[in-house]
């Protein structure tokens, strides 16, 4: 809980910029196809075999709303427009989120910070909600699972060489463990690897 309340502070920080490139599904041969509307330089579309997702950007640039296509088959391409129809599904920008990605049926958004882990969400495309809500830092996309940075703890200037560096810049420090999330059942086993990491 501390680690989700810490995303949504540091959300008043956020930047505008994606995290477009982690986005792949090795497991089912997913990868993103990126193109720029020609009606709106504030739209972007991203396909994959099942779902084309249509991201606009937010209110001053911060965060983007998404729109969920369902295709009837891969080789359908609907046209990169934020035109919402019957049939699609519409997650409208909260925490300043944009699109990280898409795992099998799962769509994973992500409020990037500064230094630190950022907030992410999962929703299950099939059921049409929200799943997951965590905090993350340095994700990396597995076939079913995803590894990353979370925080375990206080920085100490006996556990975190750099945190008087990092002090007199006016930043925090904490430690992190690198943790592996199940995108099956969202359970998160935690390897035996830690860092030290800055905070705003």
């Known amino acids: 809980m501390k680690i989700i309340c810490f995303g949504f502070v ?3 920080f956020l930047i505008s910029f994606s ?3 982690i986005a792949q599904d090795g497991a089912q041969g ?3 196809n990126q193109s720029i509307s020609a009606e709106s330089s504030q739209v972007q ?3 994959f075999p099942k779902y084309f997702i249509v991201a606009k950007d937010g209110a001053d640039n911060m ?3 998404i729109l969920v296509k369902y295709k009837s088959g891969p080789e359908k391409t609907p046209p990169c427009e934020y035109v919402i129809e019957n049939s699609d599904f519409e997650i409208k920008n909260e925490w300043a989120e944009y699109f990280a990605g898409v795992k099998g049926d799962l769509l994973l958004l992500d409020s990037t910070t500064g230094p630190g882990p950022t907030l992410f969400t999962i929703w299950d495309l099939k059921k049409q909600e929200k799943v997951y809500v965590g905090s993350w830092a340095d994700p990396v ?3 079913d699972s995803v590894l990353y940075w979370m925080e375990t703890g206080a920085a100490t200037k006996d556990n ?3 945190l008087k560096k990092w002090e007199s810049h006016g930043l925090g420090g904490a430690i992190e463990t690198k943790v592996l999330l199940s995108l099956s059942d969202f359970t998160i086993t935690k390897t035996r690897e830690t860092r030290c990491s800055a905070r705003q």
């Open 30 to 32: 997913e990868t993103i």
């Open 10 to 12: 540091l959300s008043a």
């Open 141 to 143: 996309f597995q076939d």
């Open 19 to 21: 995290v477009h490139a």
């Open 45 to 47: 579309c991203h396909q």
């Open 63 to 65: 965060g983007t709303d």
């Open 160 to 162: 975190c060489p750099d």
